[in-house]
């Protein structure tokens, strides 16, 4: 059976930091895309950051860009999710899925079951 559980999520003032993880278990992903995303309450889910199973690419959404940095450790099939400078706007439930590619994710990829951020102004 294959497990992502993400952890680190928490409640912190705007101006901080959390890092997230995200552990998998039950198959090694060190050839797959992990990415995070997010779902706000009222909007629909985005995209965050993602990375190459080499980790070689790193991909960001613009609204994250120079704040959040994903890195991953194969060798203990974990990801995470660096992020810092926190916003009330990155208040959301965090996701991270694994899939071949960021753009299967949403029809062929493996899910989490989310952890919550919250931002407090």
């Known amino acids: 059976q294959v497990q992502l559980l993400e952890s680190g999520g928490g409640l912190v003032q705007a101006g901080g930091s959390l890092r997230l993880s995200c552990a998998a278990s039950?198959?090694?992903?060190?050839?797959?895309?992990t990415a995070w995303f997010r779902q706000a309450p009222g909007k629909e889910r985005e995209f965050v950051a993602g990375?190459?199973?080499?980790?070689?690419?790193?991909y960001y959404a613009d609204s994250v860009k120079g704040r959040f940095t994903i890195s991953r450790d194969n060798a203990n099939n974990t990801v995470y999710l660096q992020m810092n400078t926190l916003k009330p706007e990155d208040t959301a439930v965090y996701y991270c899925?694994?899939?071949?590619?960021?753009?299967?994710?949403?029809?062929?990829?493996?899910w989490g079951q989310g952890t919550q951020v919250t931002v407090s102004s």
């Open positions: 990375i190459s199973w080499s980790g070689s690419g790193t």
């Open positions: 039950g198959r090694t992903f060190s050839r797959d895309t």
């Open positions: 899925a694994v899939a071949p590619t960021i753009a299967t994710m949403t029809s062929n990829g493996y």
